[in-house]
């Protein structure tokens, strides 16, 4: 818990669209921690979406500086953003983006591919390790439309882990799944938070996903509304062993 | 990135997708295969003129009257009679370049044997003919000087006279046919030449002594033709020079008057024939040669559309580390590891094919190496050029916007 992974200063976004000038974010500071699990919540129009892309060095900001674990980005062309996401950054969809008729394994390869450092031999091994990590080592070689839902969303948190980033920045990840699966992406997630201690950032709009995160960043009007640490952590592991055994209908 | 990353990328993504890059290659390997095989066509049928030709004998020269003057009217070369034996003489004792000569006197008729008879022609020649055409004897012996001398009345038949006279598969040899109810004894049977290039049936022809020809069918002292060879084919130059400075003495010709006598090569009639098979080549080239841009086209627009398709998948490259040059890269080698597998496809295929149609249309056929590389060149090429346009689109692409495409 020692080093800033992100710091945030006065963030501002602008866009033109025809003559408006439209502001998405209108001055956003904070900072994260190393070990910290965040979830940024807001209505749609608050600018959680374009504070995701800075984020996840996606956009640069018009105006602030954002420090991505030491290195500002303010001043990276695209390339080096790119290099940046590759080796700080692992994304976590809504639609999980897994390549179609590319197994499980090739998906979480992937990452590697662009890092040039990585052997042929390390690479499968890395990906061997995340999937174990999301617990889905027997489906190596599944194909996306043969794993379920929150399979398939697993096999994306084992692509956003492999290449060992500082920040897990998660988008919606739970919006497509129902709650007993939503749930157990959620025990996975704090489950890497706290025993991996990993670094977890968390955009979502349900105030039930944000009661496992360890602290909460509301946005409104692309402001920072509310900051508040989270005193009592809710267990997704119990809320998912709370729910009613799934029935057969 | 290393080149090896990249190449197994895009290896993956076209394995994805088997069929669409199976159907994007078609256009390539239609136009290279028929690259192949329309130069493959144009180049075996070249060869076998040439070779043809030179079955007749590639330093066979042909000497011919020529138009003239006859009181300011021109006449044309076939109503000039200005060949004779003294014409012939006189080529056989001064041209050095010219190893053997014969005259021709020629004449149409009716040949008879028993109740068949057959229209053919009769060719008056000297001995040395069968050397200058390159023409052997099946069965029997060739006329001598001798027969010449006393234009003895003996001839030696062409295979198709023989199949029409002779139908039953009986020797001809010594048997007496008549030929515009001249009687002729048969001496000797050719062997089969097949048709000249011009279609011609080369063995519908009765060989007799020039003499004969001349003076019991012809009663003429004129020749239609003078057949003579070069020592060689690359004197036949010198011979053409010989003989016409030769046959303008003979004739008493004047500096001012024009030739009334041609002189014609082999090697002239190879080169008139030759620019035209390879007319046809460039034609057929330029058929193919279309097909391989369409098949470039057909990569250029697979590629953009899948460009469009997997926005999605380039978004998602991009968010986990691709830069730009990657995703350029990727769509460039997909393009080009399209053409250059249809382009080796084709060319088994054009190959295959050229061997198929000698096989089963009898058209010769020759594959040239050159063509093979510049087809493969050529399609290797178009993957470049036609898959750069849609990867520089990719390329650009704005992760956030592409990650959203629907």
Redesign the interface.
């Known amino acids: 818990m020692s080093k800033k992974i992100l710091e945030l200063q006065n963030i501002k976004r602008e866009f033109v669209m025809g003559t408006e000038i439209v502001r998405a974010l209108k001055g956003v500071s904070f900072d994260v921690m190393g070990g910290e699990f965040v979830t940024i919540m807001g209505s749609s129009g608050s600018g959680k979406t374009t504070l995701l892309n800075t984020l996840g060095c996606l956009d640069k900001p018009t105006e602030g500086t954002y420090l991505l674990d030491g290195v500002n980005i303010g001043g990276l062309n695209r390339n080096e953003l790119a290099r940046l996401r590759n080796r700080k950054i692992g994304f976590v969809f809504q639609s999980y983006n897994l390549l179609p008729r590319t197994s499980a394994l090739e998906n979480v390869e992937l990452p590697l591919f662009y890092n040039i450092e990585i052997s042929h031999e390390q690479r499968k091994q890395k990906a061997i390790k995340a999937l174990e990590a999301v617990k889905l080592a027997d489906r190596l070689d599944h194909m996306p439309n043969q794993l379920s839902g929150g399979q398939q969303q697993r096999v994306a948190i084992a692509r956003a882990l492999v290449n060992e980033p500082v920040m897990i920045l998660a988008d919606e990840a739970t919006g497509n799944l129902d709650t007993r699966t939503s749930y157990e992406i959620m025990a996975l997630i704090q489950e890497l938070n706290q025993v991996q201690g990993k670094t977890i950032v968390f955009v979502t709009h349900e105030p039930d996903i944000a009661a496992f995160s360890s602290r909460t960043v509301t946005l409104r009007d692309g402001k920072v509304v509310k900051d508040t640490l989270n005193e009592n952590v809710r267990s997704a592991k119990e809320a998912l062993a709370a729910l009613p055994p799934a029935e057969d209908y | 990135?290393?080149i090896l990353?990249l190449i197994?990328?895009a290896f993956?993504a076209l394995q994805?997708?088997k069929l669409r890059a199976f159907l994007t290659m078609l256009g390539v390997i239609i136009g290279v295969a028929s690259v192949i095989a329309m130069v493959a066509i144009g180049q075996g049928s070249k060869q076998s003129i040439q070779s043809q030709l030179s079955s007749m004998g590639s330093n066979m020269i042909t000497i011919l009257p020529a138009s003239n003057i006859a009181g300011g009217a021109r006449l044309g070369g076939s109503t000039v009679q200005t060949l004779t034996i003294d014409d012939v003489k006189a080529i056989r004792k001064q041209a050095v370049n010219v190893s053997a000569i014969s005259p021709a006197a020629t004449s149409s008729g009716q040949s008879i044997f028993g109740a068949l008879n057959w229209p053919t022609t009769i060719q008056g020649v000297s001995p040395s003919y069968l050397d200058i055409r390159k023409w052997d004897l099946k069965d029997g012996i060739p006329f001598s000087d001798e027969d010449v001398r006393a234009s003895a009345k003996v001839c030696l038949l062409g295979q198709t006279v023989i199949t029409n006279l002779f139908p039953n598969g009986e020797n001809p040899v010594g048997k007496i046919i008549r030929f515009n109810n001249i009687p002729f004894q048969v001496i000797g049977v050719l062997v089969a030449k097949g048709q000249s290039s011009f279609g011609q049936d080369q063995d519908d022809v009765i060989l007799a002594p020039y003499t004969t020809v001349q003076k019991r069918i012809l009663a003429t002292i004129y020749f239609r033709t003078i057949y003579a060879s070069a020592i060689s084919e690359s004197a036949s130059d010198d011979a053409t020079d010989e003989i016409t400075s030769i046959l303008r003495k003979t004739h008493r010709l004047r500096t001012t008057d024009e030739n009334d006598f041609q002189v014609r090569t082999m090697a002239e009639l190879i080169s008139a024939l030759s620019s035209t098979s390879n007319l046809l080549t460039i034609l057929l080239t330029a058929i193919a040669g279309i097909s391989l841009i369409i098949g470039g086209i057909g990569i250029m627009n697979i590629m953009y559309v899948s460009v469009t398709e997997r926005t999605?998948?380039i978004?998602?490259?991009?968010?986990?580390?691709?830069?730009?040059?990657?995703i350029l890269m990727q769509f460039l080698i997909e393009a080009i590891m399209i053409s250059i597998t249809g382009g080796l496809i084709g060319v088994v295929l054009g190959i295959t094919s050229a061997q198929l149609i000698t096989y089963f249309l009898s058209w010769p056929t020759l594959v040239s190496e050159s063509s093979i590389i510049l087809s493969f060149a050529v399609c290797a090429f178009t993957g470049v050029f036609f898959g750069y346009y849609p990867a520089q689109k990719a390329s650009r692409l704005d992760?956030?916007e592409a990650?959203r495409y629907e």
């Open positions: 990135m290393n990353n197994r990328i993956k994805r997708n999605r998948e978004g998602l490259r991009m968010s986990i580390g691709a830069r730009g040059i990657d992760p956030i990650l």
